[in-house]
């Protein structure tokens, strides 16, 4: 219930401010801080309800659709699309990670989210699908990255037909 009154707030906020761009931009970061410092004052092994990463989501879902061209739009989806991974939605991780991908394709950690997909296709999704694992370890190929992640990434795909855990004891 109290966090349910400090998103109203919150909202409220944002709706006497005009909802401007900067109102809503730190009426996120507030809420990662609210997260942050409730997160720190658990005991080992606890876990924040679940009611704060969907508060989150919600604002930053709202900044992006509402701000498009705002520089942290981008990254609002990336926080999005991690968040729903860490709630172990893996099916609504990877599809906002694709609108990240085709509404920002020159976002600046677009290595990292192709990674995230390869990852969340082969481990997470049910049933495996190699084709997409492919698919992102192949545009994964064509970016900066190192030498050594190039060589990982290509020996993966020699192996695709295996699990990750098979793979992994392959190894």
């Given at each position: ?83 729903y991974s860490g709630l172990r939605d893996y099916k609504k ?79």
């Open positions: 219930m109290k966090n349910f009154l400090g998103l109203i707030i919150v909202l409220t906020l944002l709706s006497s401010c005009g909802g401007d761009v900067q109102s809503a931009y730190d009426a996120i970061t507030a809420k990662e801080d609210s997260i942050s410092v409730a997160s720190e004052k658990l005991p080992n092994g606890e876990i924040l309800p679940e009611e704060d990463t969907y508060q989150l989501i919600t604002l930053l879902l709202n900044f992006s659709k509402d701000y498009p061209d705002d520089i942290h739009a981008a990254e609002c989806l990336d926080k999005v699309h991690m968040a991780a990877v599809f906002y990670a694709d609108k990240l991908l085709k509404e920002y394709p020159d976002y600046i950690n677009k290595s990292m989210v192709l990674e995230s997909q390869a990852g969340n296709y082969d481990l997470f999704i049910v049933p495996r699908d190699t084709s997409k694992v492919r698919y992102y370890y192949d545009l994964l190929l064509k970016e900066d990255i190192s030498s050594e992640k190039r060589k990982d990434i290509k020996n993966r795909l020699k192996h695709i037909d295996l699990t990750m855990e098979q793979y992994i004891l392959q190894q």
